[in-house]
């Protein structure tokens, strides 16, 4: 899928109090629970950011990239963007621009691929964007 699948929404970088966020669609056909999530790892302006500052947003929750393999029962639905929430505390002011960098890898788990191994989707974006 890589680069011609839009991963971070347009016009949604923005900043606030405990840092800032963006959204960011799947790129895949089908809904899947939040335990599919395999990686999701997020770089600003070339900067890799640290896994424990990232928070996943979907039906109005809020969750740590570390707890999303347990989550089963919650579904990111296709037809919904996810919310990525950074808690970096002034990194990102309004009316800045910064290069968003995004990869995720999704696994389905309904296509088996060999003995406890699922087909995986790998994806990478570049979005640059003024932060509201």
């Given at each position: 899928m890589?680069?011609?699948v ?7 970088l ?9 959204k960011?669609c799947?790129?895949w056909?089908r809904s ?14 070339g900067?890799?950011?640290e896994s424990?500052r990232?928070r996943?947003c ?8 570390d707890?999303?393999a ?7 639905f296709v ?8 808690q970096l505390?002034g990194r990102?002011?309004?009316g800045?621009e910064h290069?968003?960098e ?5 696994r ?10 699922f087909?995986?989707m790998p ?8 932060a509201?």
């Open positions: 890589g680069e011609s839009k991963l971070v929404e347009d016009n949604s923005c900043a606030s109090e405990y840092g800032f966020e963006f960011v799947t790129h056909y899947l629970p939040l335990s599919c999530v395999e990686k999701l790892a997020v770089q600003l302006d900067e890799n950011i424990q990232i996943f979907v039906n109005d929750k809020e969750h740590e990239l707890d999303l347990d989550l089963v029962n919650e579904f990111w037809q919904d963007s996810a919310v990525v929430k950074i505390p990102v002011q309004v800045q290069t968003i995004v990869d995720l890898i999704l389905a788990p309904y296509i088996k691929i060999g003995p406890d191994r087909l995986t994806a990478h974006y570049v979005s640059v964007q003024t509201k």
